[in-house]
């Protein structure tokens, strides 16, 4: 497909830039402090590197630039609705199209409408919005991510897989009855980043067919997840990307898809439906509490770009070049010391600080305290994914239950940093890991019932070593 030498530049060229700030040691130092210790409540002109989310973050392309400038923003049947739902119907097939602001609102009036109280949502892992969302809805999200998922350091190319044995388990036994709604999350982000195979999908929907379950996809990272079935799934080796995720839609009932991931947008989401009866349902709630069905919560100008967008993210030269970039950016940080969850994924990067920083036991967030140390020394944001997001607390904001593992997401915004950018993060994580001890843990000081990580307050402990190592 692509030719030429072993490292091809990226398919394009900047145009348009944003300067970056830089603070000194010491205002990095009072930031932190002023943000109760926790990078959300940063504000963006106080970060060097923004790692903290690959959603809403790329950069656009003039063409879409282009299209946003035709943007019809009529209140009911927009032109520009008609160019975004005849793209996403012709990369989907789906029939129903509803168009959302963001992927949680299309969890919501999904949840919402197909979820009774009391049933059990089965995903390979609920992303955190999906997993409140299904609980808001009355019923249980249980992840069954595949066993290989245990294994951070393993070659295995599809550990974004759902575990099809406990997945049946679940549909014929006791709790069969109960079960709702099957959603496999592509890339999965709360894993790794990790793909789930198309052999993984048939299995599921033939699974989810024989006990007349809905199989939805939660399909954010959908063109990414394809990239990854071309290269590790020899069936698929001949496959346009976008012929490999119009397979994955056609296998599955509906998605629900945030695009300010692989939409290459700041905004926006869509529900995609087969069913007319639940379409019908979801529209009524969509119109009461998004938008109007042919706009959902979008500007004309919006949708203009996710049509344009959702044609350039399934270019196989987009695609090859940010995969690569992100396998670099790995090289690099596992040359200096600092290991990351192999295979490497595409959107985003996610380091063992579990193992970087063993001096840190789980109650003392090693993951948290990594992500902090990166701010302080470097000015990068990044994501804690371990015990201070995951694990199970008291009403004393003790950590009862810890979570599986201590790591940190790195995630890459979409077309917006060069290797000079990742050269930077990988020198700073290098000095880090020259001395790890000197990395102190964190306590909670307040922490919201929901959706704990995002809000948390936390202060450093004293200096020091204390408690024992994590794996
Ligand atoms: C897998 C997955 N599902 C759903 C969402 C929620 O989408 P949004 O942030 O657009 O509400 C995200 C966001 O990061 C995600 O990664």
Wanted: proline share 7%.
């Amino acid at each position: 497909m692509l030719t030429g030498p072993a490292k091809l530049p990226p398919p394009y060229r900047i145009k348009v830039v944003e300067p970056i700030p830089f603070l000194s040691a010491d205002e990095r130092r009072l930031a932190l402090a002023e943000a109760g210790h926790n990078p959300f409540n940063l504000r963006a002109d106080q970060i060097t590197i923004d790692l903290l989310s690959d959603s809403g973050t790329g950069a656009t392309s003039a063409a879409q630039e282009a299209a946003a400038a035709l943007g019809d923003e009529s209140y009911a049947g927009a032109r520009s609705w008609f160019r975004f739902r005849d793209e996403v119907r012709d990369l989907t097939g789906y029939p129903h199209i509803l168009p959302v602001h963001q992927g949680r609102a299309g969890e919501r009036i999904l949840f919402s409408s197909l979820l009774k109280p009391g049933q059990i949502c089965i995903s390979n892992t609920h992303f955190d919005t999906t997993h409140a969302n299904v609980k808001l809805a009355g019923a249980e999200p249980r992840d069954l991510p595949c066993p290989e998922a245990a294994d951070l350091d393993s070659d295995e190319p599809f550990k974004g897989n759902i575990d099809l044995a406990a997945l049946e388990r679940v549909l014929t036994g006791p709790e069969g009855h109960r079960v709702g709604l099957v959603l496999v999350t592509i890339t999965n982000n709360g894993l790794g980043a990790q793909p789930v195979s198309m052999a993984n999908l048939e299995a599921v929907r033939e699974l989810c067919q024989r006990h007349a379950v809905p199989f939805f996809l939660d399909a954010a990272r959908f063109a990414e997840n394809a990239w990854l079935v071309r290269e590790r799934e020899p069936a698929y080796s001949d496959w346009t990307p976008r012929q490999i995720a119009t397979r994955a839609f056609q296998l599955a009932d509906g998605c629900v898809v945030s695009l300010k991931k692989d939409g290459l947008t700041a905004i926006g989401g869509l529900i995609g439906l087969r069913d007319d009866e639940l379409h019908a349902t979801c529209e009524a709630n969509l119109i009461a509490t998004e938008g109007f069905s042919t706009y959902g919560g979008l500007a004309g100008h919006d949708l203009e770009r996710l049509a344009q967008g959702l044609k350039e993210v399934v270019d196989p030269a987009y695609l090859q070049s940010r995969a690569a970039s992100t396998a670099r950016l790995a090289q690099m940080i596992n040359d200096a010391g600092v290991d990351t969850i192999q295979p490497p994924g595409i959107h985003a990067l996610y380091l063992n600080a579990g193992r970087l920083l063993p001096h840190l036991a789980p109650h003392e967030f090693p993951g948290h305290s990594l992500g902090c140390q990166l701010y302080l020394d470097g000015g990068i944001r990044c994501a804690e994914l371990g015990s201070l997001y995951l694990g199970g607390m008291d009403d004393e904001h003790r950590l009862v239950t810890p979570a599986p593992f201590e790591l940190v997401r790195l995630a890459i915004p979409r077309r917006v940093y060069t290797d000079a950018h990742f050269e930077y993060v990988a020198s700073v994580l290098a000095d880090i890991a020259k001395e790890p001890e000197r990395v102190r843990g964190y306590r909670i000081v307040s922490s919201p019932p929901l959706l704990r990580h995002f809000k948390v307050r936390l202060e450093p402990l004293a200096a020091g070593p204390t408690a024992g190592a994590v794996a």
